[in-house]
């Protein structure tokens, strides 16, 4: 005779089988049978202080993991708690499972505790949402949320399941298990054939590689295509880091100057939106290689678009293009560009001025960061100066929210890296203003057991709005940007960790350095000089 167990307990074993062993919550009643099914299940459940935090966190396992992450939230607001981080991850093309619990189904329309139409609120920012209205089928609809989540392009799923399901006693007859087929698209053979041959005749080749190189583990392929064509590379999003700094095809300001003069550029697991100027960066041949189709001719039509997994495709590229040809010329072209920007900016990377200027800052995060370093960007402005300085080492060690733009990912994002037990030291830049979002979540940091090292660039303000506020309407135009220049190391006293203020550049690398040697999570609050971005483009138009 089948056991019989209770439906949470299903739930759990069915996440355990897609190969999940950590799922990310704030405690709530519906949902109890699932806890303890992960309980039985020998699954850890991490909790936070808001559902959105919880939601961060298993779209950061996800990604680091190269997975699907699971989030689990009460009804109502423990629902509607998880939205901004859904619509985040949907933008950003992330597979993410959002459980939530409902009223008894037997409650339908009664007025119960938290009753909402949660699945209409859910199903505009998901790839597929569904109910579970029966207990022996909580495996089989598991296992269709993940191979909705997982099936191109990638996204988050919501499943709902009422609270007298999870409770209810059913036979498990069969062991739970995943429902679908690791299928890789190795992309159109005409189409591959067709981009080689323009690759193969060109004299000034660029490439751009987004996201999909991380996701679709392309790294090798692209560096071995860049070494045959002796084409510069540029990275964004989670391909940051996929070519190490000092490799000779590695560039990171020259993107501009490099893509007006390429005669072919090869965009590599990135769409074409407003990071890449909608793709209107030169006029040589285009050839876009992207997961999703949908991407190929958005905002410009490729002389060449291909369908099909990343690393396939760079890897039948490379092989098809042949061996090494030295074009050091072009090479030597593309770094004096690259040269020039830090050229022109050395005096502000050096600068030994308080506060503290934004790009030293990230001069500081580079020298004192071990290459194994997992960094979180979170905030506007703050984010945008470090990242032009700070390099990134090992692919996949670079985190930020995508084109959502969606602040205060980083306390849930680093969770999520610390419970995937992925990379090093976990450091999360933040702004002052990102900060205040889920800053309560470093209680989520100390009471897992996560070191990760906050950095909050501290300008007073929501800087990244302020400065072309200023420069559009004059200072009397300054309105809701102005922050108070907080201490927000002290909050660390408040959960029990460490925190430090740094207030000048000589006292940045020092306190870095000790937040970095501890074994419990760290804060350290940098004063920085409100009006050092004035002249940067602001990234929203």
């Excluded at 997961?291 to 490379?318: K, M, Y």
Aim: hydrophobic share 45%; proline share 6%.
């Amino acid at each position: 005779m089948a056991e019989r167990v209770q439906g949470g307990r299903l739930v759990a074993q069915a996440i355990a089988a897609e190969g999940v062993d950590v799922v990310f919550t704030l405690s709530g009643g519906h949902v109890m049978p699932i806890y303890e099914g992960c309980r039985l299940e020998g699954i850890r459940v991490v909790d936070v202080r808001h559902e959105q935090s919880a939601a961060h966190a298993a779209e950061a396992w996800g990604r680091v993991r190269r997975a699907c992450g699971v989030a689990v939230v009460t009804a109502g607001p423990g629902v509607t708690g998880t939205v901004t981080a859904v619509a985040s991850a949907l933008a950003a093309q992330v597979p993410l499972l959002v459980i939530g619990g409902a009223r008894p189904l037997v409650q339908a329309e009664r007025g119960a505790l938290q009753e909402f139409d949660q699945l209409s609120l859910m199903r505009p920012i998901t790839k597929w949402a569904g109910v579970c209205a029966h207990g022996e089928r909580l495996p089989e609809y598991v296992a269709l949320a993940f191979r909705h989540a997982l099936a191109r392009p990638f996204g988050p799923v919501y499943l709902e399941l009422p609270m007298d399901v999870l409770f209810e006693e059913v036979e498990a007859d069969r062991a739970p298990g995943p429902a679908r087929v690791a299928a890789l698209n190795p992309g159109d053979p005409h189409g591959v054939e067709r981009a080689a041959d323009h690759l193969a005749r060109a004299e000034r080749p660029a490439i751009l590689g987004g996201s999909g190189i991380w996701w679709d583990d392309a790294a090798q392929a692209l560096a071995t295509l860049a070494e045959r064509l002796s084409a510069p590379v540029f990275l964004n999003g989670s391909g940051r880091g996929s070519l190490p700094p000092g490799h000779p095809c590695s560039f990171q300001h020259a993107r501009s100057a490099a893509l007006a003069a390429a005669d072919v550029v090869l965009v590599a697991g990135a769409p074409l939106d407003f990071r890449l100027r909608y793709g209107a960066f030169g006029e040589g041949t285009l050839l876009h290689v992207h997961g999703d189709a949908r991407e190929l001719g958005r905002n410009r039509v490729p002389d060449v678009g291909i369908t099909g997994d990343t690393r396939l495709v760079l890897a039948a590229l490379a092989d098809l293009v042949g061996p090494h040809r030295p074009n050091s010329g072009w090479l030597e072209t593309v770094g004096a560009a690259e040269a020039s920007w830090w050229d022109a900016h050395r005096e502000e990377i050096e600068s030994e001025r308080a506060p503290v200027h934004h790009y030293r800052l990230g001069a500081e995060l580079d020298r004192v960061l071990p290459e194994d370093a997992v960094v979180i960007g979170d905030g506007g402005d703050v984010v945008a100066a470090v990242s032009r300085v700070l390099r990134v080492h090992r692919p996949g060690h670079w985190l930020d929210p995508g084109p959502f733009g969606c602040l205060g990912v980083g306390p849930g994002f680093a969770l999520g890296v610390g419970a995937a037990g992925f990379g090093g030291r976990i450091v999360v830049v933040m702004g002052d203003g990102a900060f205040g979002l889920n800053g309560m979540d470093v209680d989520a940091l100390v009471r897992a057991g996560v070191p990760a090292v906050v950095v909050i660039g501290n300008d007073a303000a929501w800087g990244e709005i302020r400065i072309p506020q200023i420069g559009i309407y004059g200072a009397d135009g300054e309105v809701a940007t102005r922050l108070s220049p907080s201490r927000y190391d002290r909050i660390a006293d408040v959960f029990g960790c460490r925190g430090e203020q740094v207030e000048r550049p000589d006292e940045l690398g020092p306190a870095l350095e000790r937040a970095l040697a501890a074994d419990e999570p760290s804060i350290v609050n940098v004063m920085l000089d409100p009006d050092a971005m004035a002249g940067h483009a602001y990234r929203g138009l």
